[in-house]
């Protein structure tokens, strides 16, 4: 996969995730197109806005498996917020990269601060290693450190102190999300998430 700055214009979209989840028990990906345009199911005020964000919940519901997608449903809040995370991860290489490279590192030294400069020297490095990246603008690099920190704290792996410091909170992983991360081949997300190995 690869690196792509499309994220910048992305949120998080956890409960728009989980009713797209939640109407593909009962029709299929096409029909759930035509239901989240027509009933405007994401509250969306342009049309393009609503196709562009399904494209993306789709992206990321197709990049896991579906029994991960069938626990969203039913599974308690932190763990669907993990899981809306996941298939962010899964469909992002970049974001992926940050949560295993430098959340899963901060969590493996025992540091519970995330701090701009983690950002930067992550962004640095990967400016060094791909020319695709590096040709991304600072404004975009900017704009996807904002949005990849909002879907952190959203997901509830990072929370602010009251001196505005982003904390990392070491996520609970439920012993059915980890099974099943672990019986598809995704052991790489869950140690991203837990510090593991």
């Not at 993306?56 to 991960?68: A, D, Q, T």
Request: glycine content about 4%; overall charge negative; aromatic content about 10%.
């Amino acid at each position: 996969m690869e690196y792509s700055a499309g994220s910048v214009k992305y949120l998080f979209w956890f409960m728009e995730t989980k009713e797209t989840v939640r109407l593909l028990q009962d029709h299929n990906i096409d029909e759930v197109h035509d239901i989240v345009l027509q009933d405007n199911v994401y509250q969306q005020k342009a049309e393009n806005r609503i196709i562009s964000e399904f494209g993306c919940i789709r992206r990321r519901i197709e990049s896991v498996p579906e029994e991960l997608m069938q626990i969203l449903l039913t599974t308690d809040l932190n763990s669907a917020k993990l899981i809306t995370l996941i298939s962010a991860m899964a469909s992002d290489r970049m974001l992926f990269e940050l949560v295993y490279e430098v959340f899963r590192e901060k969590l493996r030294l025992g540091e519970d601060e995330f701090k701009e400069s983690d950002l930067n020297i992550f962004f640095g490095r990967k400016q060094d290693q791909d020319e695709k990246v590096a040709k991304w603008t600072e404004a975009t690099v900017k704009k996807l450190k904002s949005t990849y920190t909002k879907f952190l704290l959203e997901a509830g792996i990072l929370t602010i102190d009251d001196k505005k410091a982003k904390r990392i909170v070491k996520p609970y992983i439920e012993d059915e999300l980890r099974a099943v991360l672990l019986k598809n081949d995704m052991r790489d997300y869950l140690y991203a998430l837990t510090g593991e190995q």
